[in-house]
Structures are given as structure tokens and as C-alpha cells.
């Protein structure tokens, strides 16, 4: 995108709910001595609260595109809004049912593709097929979760053999970090889209759209001028 490329108006997404809960409202891990099995579960409840909070920021961006817009490709690489939507359902999926031997039933045959289906909704998927998805998904991964201690051991067969033998505690951390990564992938491509950014969690500056504007364009003219450096301008 040049300087000259017209930019989208800024304006603050106003999540509500976990997605825009603060970090540090997630967990009330290590606020009191406790026995090496509640501290356990205090650490499972942190990574769990860490996942849903970024599915629900993911899942977010979605709120009030349309059809084409949550479709459309923005970068070279053609990622999309809904096919990180799906790409993530998907991935979860796997680490939480297959890993642990709790396959998801009736799953979808694009889960075994290889050919980057998972990264967009065919014309046949609609936003909402996509989303409700997802969420059977979660539903999926959360009674996982639920069921299994820190220390249940599982199988990544798609790792290295050396490195697949993994616990739920490593698939936690996983997870909340795939999940995480997306959702930001996802924060920059909605605000690519129209402006909306942020998860309302008080992480965005607070600025007015006009303050937006020369704030890029204060970003932008530091680039051009330290572009002339050595150039004898």
C-alpha cells in the first residue's frame, strides 16, 4: 500500500464480552498458595480463558461484513477474514479431537485437504455455514478440555516423530498461541477492510478519526524522509 492509496476512516471496534476482557482480568492464577493439583487447574483455567478470549476476538471480525467483504482477499497471499475463521475451526479440530484420540464426528472432508481449502469459503459455505462451524468446533475442543487433566498425553501425528508426543498442557499453549496469531491476522485484514480495529479491550490509542489520520500521516512522512537518508537531500 503506497502513501497514496486510499485508507479506510478508524473507528474502534466495541466488542463486548470476553473478546474485550483485558489480559489481565483472565485468570486469578497465583493470588494464593494452593496444592500442586488446584494450582494445576488454575494453569488450565488460564490457557482456557487465553483461547476463548482470542477466539472471540477472531470470531469478532466477522461482525457486520457482508458476504464478499468477509471473503475478500487482501494480501498477495489471499488472506481473508472467513478463511482464518475457518483455517482456525479447523486446526482446533485437530489438536483437541484427533491428538487425543476424540475425533470429531461427521468432520468435514476438506479437514484431510492439503491444498489450502481450509484458508477460504468455497461457494458452496456460506458466513454462516462458517461460523457455525467454528463453533462446533470449540464446543468440541472445550468438552476436551474439560475431560482431560494438564498432564493427558496425546499424539500429534502430523509432527515429527521425535516431537509428537505431546500433553494437554502443551496443546493449550499451542492453541492460544495459533489463535492469537490469527485473530491479529484478522484484526489487520478487517481494518484493511473498513477501518474497524481493535477488540475493545482498551489496547487501541484512543483517537478520533482525524486524530488517525495525521497520526499516519506523521508515519508516513517519517518514512519518505528516512528514505533520503545518504541521498544528499
Known sequence: MSSTDAVPEV???T???L?????????DEGSSASPDTVAA??????LHRYLQKHRAALLGKLDGLAERQARWPVTPTGTNVLGLVKHVAGVQVGYFGEVFGRPLPDAPAWLESEDGEDMYATLDETLDDVVAFHHRSAAH???????LELDARGTVPWWPEEHREVT???ILVHMAYETARHAGHADIVREMLDGLAGDGDGN???KTPDEWVLWRETLVDIAERSGLRGLGT
Do not use: E, F, Q, Y
Not at 41 to 46: I, R
Not at 141 to 147: F, G, M, R, S
Open 41 to 46: 487447574a488454575a494453569v488450565k483455567h488460564t
Open 141 to 147: 475442543a472445550d468438552a476436551t478440555i474439560d475431560a
Open 11 to 13: 473507528h474502534p471496534a
Open 204 to 206: 487501541l490509542a484512543d
Open 19 to 27: 473478546a474485550s476482557s483485558g489480559n489481565a482480568a483472565l485468570s
Open 168 to 170: 494437554l498442557h502443551r
Open 15 to 17: 466488542t463486548t464480552g
